[in-house]
DNA sequence: GACGGGATCGCCGGGATAATTA
DNA sequence: TCTAATTATCCCGGCGATCCCG
């Protein structure tokens, strides 16, 4: 479980919500904004401890990267640029600090990764950054869509993911 | 403010759908539920009970979207915004809350659906918002008629109807 | 902001392909 | 020089909003 804070008017709005009694905050909002129920089995994806430092070491697939293969909100994704965005979100999601080691890969002259855009513009002529969403990072997207697989392959490689893994989330962009 | 606990993949959700730099999870939240954002002159707003759910909740909605294409009603609209408008509102009331989730697409940089007047104004130049018959909703009128049917298939997707039918709808705009 | 509807045309984003560099 | 890797130009399709027409 994480927490989140709202302000009280969106407290309230979503307390009023309730549908029956007992309902949990999650519940409701996953009803409001269209998101499938809560099963069973994901309570027990809530058990990773949320410190667990890193899953590095080729290790954890991480239950949650492995169903966003399959998620319908992958699929949803029309373009490349779009299925690069989220996975670049959900590997941020998975580990910041993993993440944040990996986001020093970079090109020839072309940085990948930064804070800002204007560092990614620094480093070449046309990069087209874009903020990664739900992450302090900016990514450049001025690239076709096997430099976009290579690019979360590096960073995959470096956050110590299974080349196996790997390979199936990018086959996925 | 107040605190709420959120399962992980609803939290990692909540996150993803930042759309700028420093929005918090409370500004994410009232624009996905299509609440009122919050800020200064916002007296204003509470001054519609927050229990009014929508305007229109009560009404015996009888029309039935099929019965809806070879309608008389329909029929005798001269144009493609009459048309256009009179399908909103016909999708609303087949479907209160999928219509209201569905309300999110946009496009690149203009958003079609809002509470609001004024919120449509703030993305595009001249979006003339029009407000939706039954309906909280505005939705922009600035559109050739190739773009109503698009927004319509694109809401009418979102909410989940079949793509034969809904190509049967956009062909009577 | 006051005429409204919407076709037409200009602009932008995605990303394949051409150009460049090691 | 030839090849492989990387960059970024530039084409295409889609979106926005100007502006023409009833």
Redesign the pocket.
């Given at each position: 479980m994480k927490t989140i804070e709202v302000d009280e008017e969106l407290y309230r709005y979503i307390a009023r919500q309730t549908q029956h009694i007992g309902e949990s905050a999650s519940e409701i909002l996953r009803r409001l904004l269209g998101m499938t129920p809560l099963n069973g089995e994901e309570t027990y994806l809530s058990a990773y401890p949320e410190t667990e430092e890193s899953p590095v070491a080729g290790f954890v697939q991480t239950v949650e990267l492995s169903e966003l293969l399959n998620s319908s909100e992958l699929a949803a994704k029309?373009?490349?640029?779009?299925?690069?965005m989220l996975i670049l979100s959900s590997l941020y999601q998975a580990n910041p600090d993993a993440f944040t080691n990996a986001t020093e890969i970079?090109?020839?002259?072309?940085?990948?990764f930064a804070r800002t855009e204007e560092e990614l513009r620094a480093?070449?002529?046309?990069?087209?950054p874009?903020p990664v969403p739900g992450t302090p990072y900016w990514v450049?997207?001025?690239?076709?869509?096997?430099?976009?697989r290579?690019i979360v392959g590096l960073l995959m490689t470096a956050m110590g993911y299974s080349a196996e893994f790997i390979e199936q989330v990018c086959e996925k962009i």
């Open positions: 029309e373009s490349a640029i779009d299925r690069f970079k090109g020839r002259k072309r940085i990948y480093t070449g002529n046309t990069t087209k874009k450049i997207s001025n690239t076709n869509t096997g430099r976009k290579n």
